[in-house]
């Protein structure tokens, strides 16, 4: 059974408009999440990161929010580019140092110009 | 300094051939991790290495895989008697301990099985 859910295979948007990027997660004992961007033939790169005491972190355009209670995150992106499309993986692990990450299954998000 | 790099980035193997693909992470960083994604599917993990320790083997999908980490930097992760849902791009990736979670990735390695 899926622990990280992204239900939205891809998502279609206009540069200079807002990306939202959904995850939901079934473990409650998760308490720290991440995000991850996957260009082709090259592996995931880290993009950003919240923490379970947290609701909302921000770097630059991009933003994530945790909805504890829903086991809901999102990832944010404003405003969109066509430098963004790519793939986008939510990722959820517990604080002990070493767990894996468990991921979903992915977005793919393309930006038009 | 240099990313985690992994080879070779492209195997084509037949069914029940044994394959090697290695990995080798960003040096000083003490957590190896290989994970695979199927077509379609999330990365899924495999194996966690870290430093002397146990590795953490819960992953493996079966006994025809297995990985070691020699003098705690080079990793190789070995499927015996390959069969065609091995095939994946396998990716490795590598972390400081500590209060960080971020793993950094190397660009994978796309394993077909004929």
């Known amino acids: 059974d899926q622990q990280v859910k992204q239900n939205s295979p891809s998502l279609s948007v206009q540069e200079g408009r807002i990306s939202i990027l959904n995850c939901d997660y079934t473990?409650?004992?998760?308490?720290?999440f991440l995000w991850y961007k996957k260009y082709p033939a090259e592996g995931p790169t880290f993009l950003i990161s919240i923490s379970s005491i947290k609701d909302k972190n921000e770097d630059g355009r991009f933003t994530v929010f945790l909805n504890k209670s829903a086991k809901h995150l999102s990832l944010h992106i404003v405003p969109s580019q066509p430098g963004d499309s790519a793939v986008y993986f939510c990722a959820a692990t517990y604080a002990q140092a070493g767990t894996a990450l468990i991921f979903g299954k992915g977005t793919t998000l393309s930006v038009s110009s | 300094g240099a990313g985690v790099s992994q080879s070779p980035s492209n195997k084509v193997t037949e069914k029940g051939k044994d394959v090697e693909l290695r990995c080798d992470p960003i040096?000083?960083?003490?957590?190896l991790y290989w994970y695979r994604q199927s077509l379609g599917q999330g990365l899924e993990f495999l194996i966690y290495f870290q430093g002397n320790s146990a590795p953490d083997k819960s992953g493996l999908p079966s006994d025809r895989f297995s990985a070691e980490r020699t003098g705690g930097s080079v990793s190789t992760l070995t499927i015996q008697r390959t069969q065609q849902e091995d095939s994946a791009v396998y990716l490795c990736a590598s972390s400081f301990m500590g209060a960080s979670y971020e793993q950094y990735f190397g660009p994978g390695t796309r394993l077909t099985v004929t």
């Open positions: 040096s000083g960083h003490t957590a």
């Open positions: 473990n409650s004992m998760f308490d720290y």
